[in-house]
C-alpha cells in the first residue's frame, strides 16, 4: 500500500486517519443536538440552534480535510511515545478524583504526587508516597485551614482538626 | 551538578516558610464544626455572602462552635441542592442557602431535587427589582414604558441578566399584566446586571431591569431614571413608585433564604429554627445587612413555607408563559 | 484641578515605610500564590484578601494592591518556565515564553515580562488617573454590534496563534468553538450539548480547560517522551539578563501593549484575554523577526504580557468610575472595596477622593515593589528548572488539581480535568497547537452573544450591524488584516511566511 505515486516517501498516516471520523462524528452530534432546541419566536432571527449549526459545518469540512492530509502523509513525522509513564500518572490522576471524597485532600493528592513520581522513574512508591502525602498536607494546611478554601477532609485531617 | 535531593528540600522549606508567614498573618481557630453551610455556588457571589455572612453571626453570637461554609456552584444552585437533599437526610448540623433565582432553574433545568426535598427554614434578606431608562431617555414613568409596549412590543428592548432568571420573569409579568403576550418582549440577556448595566448607560436598550442595587449608585448620581420598583410597598430610601401603583399587579422579591436537611424530626427543625431566629435577631446580623445594603425580610415558619408555596406556582405559570418550561 | 495634589498626597502616604512594608508583603504572597500552576489572579486576591482585614484602611489598601499585581505577575512566571497557563490571559504569554526557556532564555524571558508590566502598569495607572472619564465615555460607545466586531477582529488575527498548520490551527480552532456551545444558551435558557448532565449546564469554565490542555497534557506529553527530553533543562544559556538587542526589540510592544490593554480592558465586555491576544497578532505583523515567532520571539512575550497589565489597570476604570465589575477578578475586588467603606460608582472620585487617590498611589507603589522584587529573583525562577522531572511534574499536578479543586470541589470537574489533559496529550502527539482551543471557548459565546443581543436590538436588521462609525472601522480593520498579508505575499515578501510554514519545530 503506497501512497500517492509522486511522492514515494510519504504514506497514508494510519492514526491521523482515525482524527477524521473522529471530527466527523462530533460534527454530526453537534448536529444532531441543535436539531432538538426549540426555535422559540425572538427579534434577533438566529436562535439557539444557529451557531451549533455553523460550528459542525465547520468541523465536517475540516474532517474532510484532514483526511485528505492524512491520506496524502502531510502530518508531521511522530516521535514514538512510551505508553507505560502515562498510564500511571492517568491513574494517578483517576485515584485522586476516585479517592477524594473518602480518603480526603492530602491522601488522595498524595497518591496522585506518587504515582506521578513513579511514571517519571521515581519507582521508590514508600518513600514518594509518604513524602506526596506529608507535602498535600501542608498544602491542605496552607489553603484548606488558613486561606479558607473548601478542600475535601478525610480521616487524616480530621485526625489534626 | 547533583544536587537534587537538597534542592528538593529547598522547595519545601520555601513553603514551609509561606505557610508559616500567612499563618502568622491569620491566626485561625481549629476547632470541630457545628453546622456546615452550603453555599450553592462559587465564592463571591450573593447566596455565597449570605453563607459567610450568617457564619460570622452564628460563631460571633456564639450560636454554634464552629461553622463551615462549603461552596457547591452550578446551574443556578440545583447542583448543590442536589447534593445537600441526598447526602444529608437527616442530619441535623447541615444547612443550605438558596433563594428565589433556585425556584426558576429547578424549573428551566428541570431538575429532579426540588425545594420540597428540604426543609425550608426562613427567608432571610431580599431585593427588590428596579425598572430603570438612561437620563436621557424620553421614558419618564412607568406609564410611558407600558404605552410603548403596547404599541411596539419588539421596539422595547430590556437589558436584564440570563434568559429565565428573575429579571427575566419580571419583565415577563409586567407585559402580561399589561396586556402584552409575554412570547413578545424583546429581552435581551447579559450575564450579569453589571452587563446589563453598560448597555443601559451606553443607549444601547430601551430599559433596564435588574436588582436595585445593580442600580443604586447610578440612580443617586442622575445617570439613570428609576421609574419603578417590584416591592409591594414604597421602600424607605427608595424614591420610585411601585409597579402596582402604575395599576398593574407585579411585586417580585428576589428573597435569599437558609433551608435544612430533609427528614429531620420536629425537635431538631425547631432547634434549627431557634438558631436562625437568634442570629437574624441579633445587631451583628443587622449590621451586616446594613453595611451590604440587604433589606431584612425576615420570615420563618409557616408563613415562610405559604410565600413559597404561593411564589413556585406563580413562577411556574409564568414561565409557561414566556416559552421557557413545557 | 487637583488632581496632581491629590495623587502626590495619596503617594506620600503609600511611601511611608510602614506602608512599603505591606506592599512588599503583599506582592510576596501575592506572586508566592499567584505562580501555583492552576491558581490564576481571580483565586489569587479572593484567598488573600481576608489577610488585608486586619490592617488599617491606608495600609490594607496597599497590601491589597500588592496581592493584585503580584498575582498578576506570578501566573507568567509559569507560564514562561513550565508551559503552565493558569489563565486565560497567560496563555499567550506561554507560546513564545516557553519556547524561549526551553532555549535556555527563560531569564531574558522573564526580565522582558516583569519590566513590561512595570512600564505598562506605570502607564496605564497614570492613564486611569488623569483620564478615566474620558475612557469610560469610550467604552461606553460600544454596544452589542461594536463587541461584534471587536471579535471578528480578533478572530481574523488569531490565526497569528495556528503554528505551523492551517489546517490544524482551525481544527483546534472549532473544538474550542464545539466546547463553548456547551451548557446553557443565555439569550433562550436552553440546554445545549448537556446530555441532562447538570453539571455540563454552566458550561467548561476556561480555566478547567486551560490547566487540563496546558498543564496535564504537557506532563503527559513530558512523560510519553521518556529519556529523550534531558532529566534536566539547561536553565540558562548566555546571560540571566537582557542583552541590548533583547531591549531594543521590547520596549516597542511594551508601548504597544499597553495601549491595546487600557482601552480595552476599560470595555466591560473586554478583558485582559481579548488583550493579550490582539497584543500577540500585533507583534507578529509588526516584527522584523517574523520567522523566529513559534519558536521564542521576545516581542511575543514582551507586547502580551504589558498588554495584561495595562488591562488590569483597565479594568478599574468602570469598577471606579461606574462601579461595574467587569472581570471575576473585579468582581472579587469590589468586594473588597466595600470592606474599606469605598462604594465605587459615578460618585466616588467627588465623595471619597482620598480613598480613589491612596488606591492609586498605592497602585503605583505595588507595581514598583513589584519589579523590586521580581528582577533579583528571576534567577532563582529560572532554577524551578532545574528541579529533576519527577518531583517537578508531581508538583505541577498537585498544583493544578488544587486550584480546581478549590474552585468546585467536585468528582465531575475533575473528571473533565483528566479528559481534557488527555486531549491535550493527543493533540500534541499530532501537531496540533493547544492555544486556539482555549481562545475558541473564550472567544466564541462573545461573539454568539453580542450578535445575538445586537439583532434583537435590532430587530433583526442585518445592516445595523454596520451602521456604527466604530463597528465599521473595526471591520475594516478585520479586512485589512487579511488582504495586507495576501498583498505582501503576493509582492514576494511572504517567502518567509511560506519558508516557515515548511519547517517543523
Known amino acids: ?161 | 551538578m547533583r544536587a537534587k535531593p537538597r534542592l528538593t528540600e529547598d522547595t519545601l522549606l520555601k513553603h514551609f516558610f509561606l505557610a508559616s508567614l500567612i499563618a502568622g498573618a491569620m491566626a485561625l481557630p481549629a476547632l470541630a464544626a457545628d453546622y456546615t453551610i452550603i453555599a450553592p455556588a462559587g465564592p463571591g457571589g450573593g447566596w455565597d455572602q449570605t453563607a459567610r455572612s450568617l457564619q460570622t453571626v452564628l460563631q460571633d453570637e456564639k450560636i454554634s462552635g464552629s461553622v463551615q461554609v462549603v461552596n457547591v456552584p452550578g446551574a443556578g444552585g440545583t447542583i448543590g441542592l442536589a447534593q445537600f437533599a441526598s447526602q444529608n437526610s437527616g442530619n441535623p448540623n447541615a444547612l443550605i442557602v438558596g433563594g428565589y433565582v433556585m425556584v426558576g432553574a429547578i424549573l428551566t433545568n428541570q431538575s429532579p431535587v426540588t425545594l420540597n426535598d428540604v426543609t425550608p427554614i426562613a427567608r432571610l434578606t431580599g431585593e427588590y427589582e428596579a425598572i430603570v431608562v438612561p437620563a436621557a431617555s424620553p421614558i419618564q414613568t412607568m406609564d410611558d414604558l407600558v404605552t410603548a409596549l403596547k404599541a411596539d412590543p419588539g421596539a422595547v428592548s430590556w437589558a436584564g441578566g440570563s434568559a429565565g432568571g428573575t429579571d427575566h420573569i419580571t419583565a415577563g409579568l409586567i407585559a402580561k399584566a399589561a396586556g402584552v403576550d409575554p412570547t413578545k418582549i424583546n429581552y435581551v440577556a447579559y450575564s450579569g446586571g453589571g452587563e446589563a448595566l453598560a448597555a443601559i448607560l451606553g443607549n444601547q436598550v430601551t430599559a433596564g431591569i435588574s436588582g436595585y442595587g445593580e442600580f443604586e449608585a447610578q440612580v443617586k448620581a442622575g445617570t439613570l431614571r428609576l421609574i419603578a420598583i417590584s416591592s409591594a410597598e414604597r421602600v424607605d430610601g427608595i424614591d420610585a413608585p411601585t409597579i402596582k401603583e402604575g395599576g398593574l399587579d407585579v411585586v417580585v422579591e428576589n428573597w435569599r433564604m437558609v433551608a435544612a436537611a430533609p427528614g429531620l424530626s420536629a425537635e431538631q427543625v425547631t432547634a434549627i429554627n431557634a438558631d436562625i431566629e437568634k442570629a437574624a435577631n441579633s445587631d451583628a446580623w443587622k449590621d451586616i445587612l446594613k453595611t451590604k445594603g440587604w433589606q431584612n425580610t425576615y420570615l420563618a415558619g409557616d408563613a415562610f413555607k405559604e410565600q413559597l408555596g404561593k411564589d413556585i406556582a406563580a413562577t411556574e405559570s409564568i414561565l409557561k408563559d414566556i416559552g421557557l418550561v413545557k | 484641578m487637583g488632581t496632581f495634589e491629590f495623587l502626590l498626597q495619596g503617594v506620600t502616604i503609600a511611601a511611608q515605610p510602614m506602608n512599603l512594608l505591606y506592599a512588599l508583603i503583599g506582592v510576596t504572597l501575592g506572586t508566592a500564590v499567584g505562580v501555583l500552576p492552576g491558581i490564576g489572579p481571580a483565586l489569587t486576591v479572593a484567598l488573600l484578601l481576608p489577610v488585608t482585614y486586619k490592617l488599617d484602611p491606608a495600609g490594607s489598601l496597599i497590601m491589597f494592591a500588592g496581592i493584585y499585581y503580584g498575582g498578576m505577575y506570578g501566573g507568567s512566571t509559569t507560564s514562561i518556565l513550565l508551559n503552565t497557563p493558569g489563565e486565560s490571559a497567560s496563555v499567550v504569554t506561554a507560546l513564545e515564553g516557553n519556547k524561549m526557556a526551553r532555549a535556555g532564555r527563560g531569564g531574558p524571558a522573564l526580565a522582558t515580562a516583569a519590566i513590561g508590566s512595570f512600564v505598562a502598569g506605570l502607564i496605564a495607572t497614570l492613564c486611569l488617573a488623569f483620564i478615566a472619564p474620558f475612557v469610560v465615555k469610550f467604552a461606553l460607545s460600544f454596544g452589542p454590534r461594536e463587541y461584534f466586531a471587536l471579535m471578528v477582529l480578533a478572530f481574523v488575527t488569531v490565526s497569528a496563534a495556528f503554528g505551523d498548520s492551517t489546517l490544524r490551527g482551525l481544527t483546534a480552532l472549532f473544538i474550542g468553538l464545539g466546547l463553548a456551545v456547551i451548557g446553557i444558551d443565555q439569550q433562550t435558557g436552553q440546554a445545549r450539548l448537556s446530555f441532562g448532565i447538570p453539571d455540563l449546564l454552566d458550561g467548561i469554565e476556561v480555566t478547567t480547560l486551560a490547566v487540563a490542555m496546558f498543564a496535564i497534557g504537557e506532563t503527559l506529553y513530558v512523560a510519553s517522551q521518556g529519556d529523550r527530553i534531558p532529566d534536566k533543562v539547561e536553565a540558562v544559556k548566555g546571560s540571566v539578563w537582557m542583552s541590548a538587542q533583547d531591549w531594543a526589540r521590547s520596549w516597542k510592544p511594551w508601548l504597544r501593549g499597553t495601549f491595546i490593554g487600557f482601552p480595552i480592558g476599560a470595555m466591560p465586555a473586554g478583558g485582559a484575554d481579548i488583550a493579550s491576544f490582539l497584543s500577540y497578532s500585533t507583534e507578529k505583523q509588526f516584527s522584523s523577526h517574523k520567522d523566529e515567532f513559534g519558536k521564542g520571539a521576545i516581542e511575543g512575550v514582551a507586547g502580551p504580557e504589558a498588554a495584561n497589565n495595562a488591562s488590569a489597570a483597565g479594568t478599574l476604570v468602570p469598577l471606579l468610575s461606574l462601579g461595574l465589575p467587569t472581570t471575576a477578578t473585579a468582581a472579587i475586588m469590589l468586594a473588597g472595596f466595600q470592606q474599606y467603606g469605598l462604594q465605587p460608582g459615578p460618585l466616588l472620585f467627588a465623595t471619597n477622593p482620598q480613598l480613589v487617590w491612596g488606591l492609586i498611589a498605592s497602585l503605583l507603589i505595588a507595581n514598583f515593589m513589584l519589579l523590586v522584587l521580581n528582577l533579583p529573583l528571576i534567577g532563582l525562577w529560572v532554577k524551578l528548572l532545574t528541579i529533576p522531572k519527577p518531583w517537578l511534574y508531581a508538583g505541577i499536578l498537585l498544583f493544578a488539581t488544587l486550584g480546581t479543586i478549590g474552585a468546585n470541589p467536585s468528582v465531575f470537574e475533575l473528571g473533565m480535568l483528566l479528559a481534557f489533559g488527555l486531549l491535550g496529550f493527543a493533540m500534541r502527539i499530532f501537531g496540533y497547537p493547544i492555544a486556539p482551543v482555549v481562545v475558541g471557548l473564550i472567544l466564541g459565546p462573545m461573539a454568539e452573544q453580542q450578535l445575538r443581543r445586537a439583532l434583537a436590538i435590532s430587530q433583526g436588521d442585518v445592516s445595523a450591524l454596520f451602521l456604527s462609525p466604530i463597528a465599521a472601522v473595526l471591520f475594516v480593520l478585520a479586512i485589512l488584516a487579511v488582504v495586507v498579508p495576501l498583498i505582501l505575499r503576493a509582492r514576494g515578501k511572504g517567502e518567509v511566511l511560506s519558508q516557515f510554514a515548511a519547517n517543523e519545530d
Open chain 1, 1 to 161: 500500500m503506497s501512497g500517492i505515486p509522486s511522492n514515494e516517501r510519504r504514506r497514508p498516516d494510519r492514526a491521523a486517519l482515525v482524527i477524521a471520523p473522529v471530527l466527523f462524528a462530533i460534527a454530526a452530534l453537534i448536529w444532531w443536538d441543535a436539531g432538538r432546541l426549540a426555535e422559540m419566536s425572538n427579534y434577533s432571527r438566529i436562535g439557539p440552534a444557529t451557531v451549533p449549526h455553523v460550528v459542525a459545518i465547520g468541523l465536517a469540512l475540516l474532517a474532510v480535510w484532514t483526511g485528505f492530509e492524512a491520506w496524502r502523509g502531510d502530518f508531521p513525522e511522530r516521535e514514538p511515545i512510551e505508553v507505560k509513564p502515562v498510564v500511571f500518572i492517568v491513574a494517578g490522576l483517576a485515584g485522586q478524583m476516585l479517592l477524594l471524597k473518602t480518603a480526603g485532600f492530602s491522601i488522595a493528592t498524595g497518591a496522585l504526587f506518587a504515582l506521578t513520581a513513579f511514571g517519571f522513574g521515581r519507582r521508590k512508591l514508600w518513600i514518594s508516597l509518604p513524602i506526596g502525602i506529608a507535602f498535600s498536607f501542608v498544602v491542605y494546611i496552607i489553603f484548606g485551614r488558613f486561606l479558607q478554601l473548601s478542600l475535601p477532609a478525610g480521616p487524616l485531617e480530621h485526625l489534626f482538626f
